[in-house]
């Protein structure tokens, strides 16, 4: 059997923060169906606590030891729902018994995260001890995972886990764990790894770094966005590691799960509808501006913004008082917009003001679920500016949905989205060059203009947008072949040892 143990921060739906959550639980279930043995492991913050009275608990503790000291945690168990995938929550009230992910909201990270995610990563390796079930590929994500990389080359070299290899996904390479070199006490690990495991960075500590120096195998969420970060300009620092290690870095697009996004079946919505038969989603659009407060019966074209409300995301542009700038978008252009989405406090406050003064314009400062399933089925446009994208998922979202994805032309955005050829008619929506407060004005004024001056071509464009898939079942395949690239690696044999 082939045993794959998934170490990672957010795996949805126990603890969510953006499209991370996501991949991990739908790769692991897509991984399940294949006929893997794929277990996950993550801390057990209070947010699990919803679902903690059907998990069941270990009857021992669990003991890591980290450096000179041995924290002790809970184990609970459950199950990822729809599928048999087990799921592993390490307890430690002092690390994990807290509101919050990474920090409290709309706030830095806690002063402790280094502490708080090493004890995950260690704790890995001893669950696996624990349960006898040692893994053929730890695969860790994003920087708060990226410790067991190092902690497989360097404690667990010679281990039980000498043939177990690792992969390190980068799901947002701006995110990177860089903190004081003092923290290297929290990892547990001699001061000479400091230099020799990669930790060194402007004489910080980089935990991303150091897991791409250490994996066996490394991967990022589309094959644009591998190419992007390669280079110095949005490399964010790791555009040289990642060239060294260049035939052991590729990009596997993010999948959607479309048993949960399918407009003719979502249980989350009042109507549904198919490319086919689209009046359900007109009685959706209507709902939805009753919801928010729009004003009914006029025929303006709506648009929909879900997500972190961050810089990434544009809002630093959309919120840049210029020419083109959110504001003018919504007095110039007759169009309405709903913004859903929480963030950086001065942002939110921003668009809250914004919202006060413009009623076309609404924002709603929540993480809601249902809300965001309305918003994709009610709108025409879906609007996703992005400085950069790694994969991003709610441009497929939208296309399932028939909300016409306006994107910018970089990573994951500008691998799944195909900008409208006015002339053949071909293309999944409104692909912008540069992020710039005029280029995004200039998008929408494109979109307002398709929506007022041509049916015909905007139901064909929403139709073809509809139509697209892309799903895990062929991103899970070539994990594989990463995972079998990996054990290649570390086993030093060929191809086909999986
Ligand atoms: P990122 O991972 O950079 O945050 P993605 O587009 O890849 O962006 O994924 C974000 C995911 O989180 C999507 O599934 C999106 O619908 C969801 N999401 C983000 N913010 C909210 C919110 N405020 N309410 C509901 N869902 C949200």
């Known amino acids: 059997m082939k045993k794959i143990l998934m170490v990672s921060s957010e795996a949805e739906p126990f603890a969510k923060v953006g499209g991370l959550g996501e991949a991990v639980s739908s790769l692991s279930a897509e991984l399940f169906r294949q006929g893997y043995d794929i277990r996950i492991i993550l801390p ?24 000179a000291r041995e924290e002790w945690t809970g184990v609970y168990e459950g199950r990822l729902p729809g599928c048999a995938v087990p799921v592993y929550f390490l307890e430690h009230e002092g690390y994990y018994g807290r509101d919050g992910i990474y920090g409290p ?47 497989l080359k360097t404690i667990e070299n010679r281990t039980e886990f000498s043939r177990t290899a690792s992969v390190l996904t980068l799901h947002n390479a701006g995110y ?56 110095p300009e949005k490399g964010n620092g790791m555009d040289g590691l990642l060239r060294e290690r260049g035939g052991y870095f590729t990009g596997i697009l993010n999948g959607i799960d479309y048993s949960r996004w399918n407009p003719e079946s979502d249980p989350l919505l009042p109507f ?15 709902r939805l ?35 083109g700038d959110l504001a003018a978008i919504c007095r110039e252009l007759g169009v309405q917009i709903v913004i859903l989405g929480t963030g950086n406090a001065a942002y939110e406050q921003e668009l809250a003001r914004l919202a006060w ?52 032309n970089t990573g994951g955005l500008a691998d799944t989205v195909e900008d409208y050829n006015e002339q053949t008619g071909a293309g999944t929506g409104i692909v912008i060059d540069t992020i710039t407060p005029e280029n995004i004005y200039n998008a929408v004024k494109r979109a307002a203009a398709l929506y007022r001056n041509d049916k015909a071509a905007l139901r064909s464009l929403r139709e073809q947008g509809m139509g697209k898939r892309f799903s895990w079942n062929q991103s899970a395949g070539k994990y594989l072949e990463a995972y079998e690239k990996a054990l290649a690696a570390r086993r030093g044999k060929t191809a086909g040892a999986l």
């Not at 708080?116 to 708060?144: E, K, T, V």
């Not at 549904?272 to 209507?286: C, M, N, W």
Request: net charge positive; with cysteine; charged share 20%.
């Open 272 to 286: 549904h509808f198919s490319e086919k038969a689209l009046d359900g989603k007109e009685k959706l659009k209507t």
């Open 289 to 323: 501006k009753a919801e928010i407060s729009l004003p009914a019966g006029q025929d303006i074209p709506l648009i929909g913004m879900i997500g972190r409300i961050v810089e990434q995301k544009g809002y630093g542009v959309l919120l840049s008082y210029s020419r």
């Open 357 to 408: 003064k413009l009623p076309n314009l609404k924002v709603i400062l929540q993480f809601n679920t249902q809300l965001a399933h309305l918003i994709e089925a009610g709108c025409d446009f879906f609007l996703m500016p992005s400085l950069f994208e790694p994969c991003g998922l709610n441009q497929l979202y939208s296309l399932r949905y028939g909300a016409i994805p306006i994107v910018s």
């Open 105 to 151: 909201r709309g706030g830095e990270g806690f002063a402790d995260n280094v502490a708080r995610f090493a004890l995950l990563c260690r704790g890995a390796f001893q669950l696996c001890r624990m349960l006898g079930w040692i893994p053929d590929i730890i695969h860790s994500h994003d920087w708060p995972a990226a410790l067991c990389n190092v902690y």
């Open 176 to 231: 990177q764990g860089v903190y004081h070199k003092d923290a290297m006490n929290a990892i547990g690990l001699a001061w000479d790894h400091f230099y020799s495991s990669g930790f060194e960075f402007y004489n910080g500590i980089n935990l991303l770094q150091a897991g791409i120096k250490n994996a066996d195998m490394l991967t990022t969420v589309s094959p644009g966005y591998a190419r992007e970060i390669l280079t």
């Open 44 to 67: 057990r913050y209070y947010s699990v606590d919803i679902a903690r009275e059907k998990l069941k608990k270990h009857p021992f503790p669990l003991g890591v030891p980290i450096g």
